[in-house]
């Protein structure tokens, strides 16, 4: 079983280690734009061998772990030259526009959509592990577009990575994860922003700065050449999502302006029933 | 020497089994408005004995560990019935009003300002232990009007609590907190907020939240009980820089509209600097 994988970061870098851990005697072939991370990706054993464009055909299995403007564009022309029997998989962070752009191509039916709900805010092939995934959700964009024996040979190895299985629609995909991830990314962005522009005695950041300041802008270390094409592609969603959070911290500042704490208190002690949600997060 | 503590949640807590461990010989009194909350600071040997208004004159240092408005409104009478050679120590998260209202009192050397940056998203009883401010910084507020035996003994325990000790005027101490700790909260607070609202289908957060999402909306399970005074005593600062983060995030939203991803992406490195701000935080 020859597994190609294109992108060399955290999260291809993961799933090169991840087949190594669970399927059994498969090579390794990978790429990525940046040559210093290819070669890294080498000298780490994350892969065996060199992909490229003369190769594509040769693979079983093909792993899209780029940045998803990245993926929409190559997702056809790779799809083009891949064997009959093998498997397209893409993993990004937006689901609707890739599974529109390949709806109609002739071997959608070797293509799976999936996001892994996994990452940290470290990048390329040196943050990589192999238990990146274990435990994370994996979701299954339009699994019913993929052909049953491709379709099952990946959900096995997703369950081998200990991963769990959910399935949505692409476009419910898009919009949910606006809110639990996208927009967790801009706020902690642009709160990471405020604080450097103000504060430029870095010296007192470092002295008063705790743990929750660090927890809140933990993602603003998050890779812009991933993120920007998410935002971009992600966008309809994110610009509604994003005007609600504004609007709320609007109320919350015209009510501290008002000096009325009381009602300051009530919306804490309501987002507090936040607590159940976050212990089924690991 | 006898140490009485007001308030004996996770701060007031972990300051007495600090007590336990780095103070030879101490006695640990201690008081709670919540009762279920001074009956299990008992049972959990936070404390040995409890404290009240008969006893305050024989304590030799009292903690206010109690939320910012309350302290504001216990300080006062506290240090009035206080005997001659006691320490009142306050360790709330904004020091202007404190200092300015205890400026005159002619006990005011007795009284030493501080602010332990240290803190989980945990509180009562349960939540406390004996390393919550190991490594941490300790700022104090006008140390020099505090009387220099009084002073020492102090700085020496926070020191075997090995706490990094800063010194900071009071009302810089708040502009400061405002933007590392305070708006930390707000924001955090209100992505909880936008997220539940919209996403009323539990399940779907479960299913695609992941540790980033948790990360950011981690400090929304803060007590509001100790928040909105802090709010409300550091209204000013707070405002400010609660005004200069919507305006980041409405030029963010506004860039998106404009699909300008490019000054997107270049937003989103210069912020990534954050890292090496991260990296003196533990």
């Known amino acids: 079983m020859k597994i190609g994988i294109i992108g060399l970061g955290l ?22 734009q940046n040559r210093d991370h290819q070669k890294e990706a080498l000298a780490l054993g994350l892969i065996d061998m060199t992909l490229g464009a003369s190769t594509y055909a040769a693979m079983d299995v093909i792993i899209l772990a780029i940045p998803v403007d990245a993926a929409l564009e190559l997702a056809l022309p790779i799809l083009d030259q891949m064997n009959d029997n093998a498997l397209l998989l893409d993993i990004g962070s937006t689901k609707f526009l890739i599974c529109s752009t390949l709806e109609q191509h002739p071997k959608r039916n070797q293509f799976l959509a999936t996001h892994p709900i996994a990452g940290t805010e470290f990048s390329g092939p040196s943050a990589a592990f192999a238990t990146l995934y274990k435990g994370k959700a994996q979701i299954l964009c339009e699994a019913h ?65 705790g743990s929750g300041f660090a927890s809140t802008v933990r993602l603003a270390k998050s890779s812009p050449a991933m993120w ?12 509604e999502v994003l005007g609600e959070y504004i609007a709320n911290l609007e109320e919350f500042k015209s009510l501290m302006e008002q000096q009325n704490f009381e009602a300051i208190s009530q919306k804490m002690q309501q987002t507090n029933a936040i607590k159940t949600i976050l212990a089924g997060i690991n």
């Open 145 to 209: 577009k993929t052909r049953p024996d491709l379709l099952e040979w990946a959900v096995q190895w997703f369950k081998n990575m200990e991963m769990e299985i959910k399935e949505m629609d692409p476009k419910e995909h898009d919009q949910h994860i606006a809110y639990v991830s996208h927009l967790s990314h801009i706020s902690s962005f642009m709160l990471g922003k405020t604080v450097m522009e103000k504060e430029k005695d870095e010296q007192a950041i470092f002295d008063m700065a």
């Open 11 to 32: 999260i291809g870098g993961s799933f090169a280690l991840a087949a190594r851990k669970h399927v059994a005697g498969c090579e390794l072939f990978g790429e990525d």
């Open 228 to 239: 920007a094409p998410i935002f971009k592609q992600n966008q309809e969603n994110i610009l």
